[in-house]
């Protein structure tokens, strides 16, 4: 009987570039400084990103822009959720309770945990060029850092399929 192996290696996967973005700002705001500072045009999709994780909901806002003269797509996705679990706790007494949070950080690409925030871009063509790119974020004041990432050594690469 003749044995047939699926091989997944020659998947035809668009090639993209991913930009790590250290800044401590909001999503909303680092999309604000991106759309003034680079003339983009990103807004908030209607729905995050999404994933199920330890029985709970994880959401990373994304924001997308499509640049039609350059044949380019961007998106602006956060790297890190915090979740806030509440917990109360009763002591006995009538007014006892004790209340107690407890944070939890989640990360899209859990092998880069001290990235804020991830700008990958979709191009047919070599318009956009990252050095300009990379340093006209670093020349941003509220971004820290910003570099390209090696997409080979991601190990989650699941988690950046966002359509």
């Given at each position: ?41 990103f807004k908030r ?60 950080d989640?990360?899209l690409?859990?092998?880069f945990?001290k ?49």
């Amino acid at each position: 009987m003749a044995h047939y192996k699926l091989d997944m290696e020659d998947e035809s996967e668009e090639p993209y570039t991913l930009i790590a973005v250290h800044c401590g700002e909001e999503a909303y705001k680092v999309a604000y400084l991106m759309n003034q500072y680079l003339n983009t045009r990103f807004k908030r999709r209607r729905i995050d990103v999404d994933f199920a994780s330890e029985g709970m909901m994880v959401t990373f806002p994304i924001f997308d822009f499509l640049d039609a003269l350059n044949y380019s797509q961007f998106y602006l996705v956060a790297n890190k959720c915090r979740t806030i679990e509440a917990g109360l706790q009763s002591s006995g007494g009538l007014f006892s309770e004790v209340g107690s949070e407890k944070a939890t950080d989640y990360f899209l690409l859990p092998e880069f945990k001290k990235v804020d925030y991830f700008l990958k871009i979709y191009s047919d063509f070599e318009n956009v060029t990252l050095q300009s790119l990379v340093s006209q974020l670093n020349n941003i004041e509220q971004i820290v850092s910003a570099y390209v990432v090696e997409t080979d050594n991601i190990k989650s690469k699941n988690n950046l399929i966002f359509d």
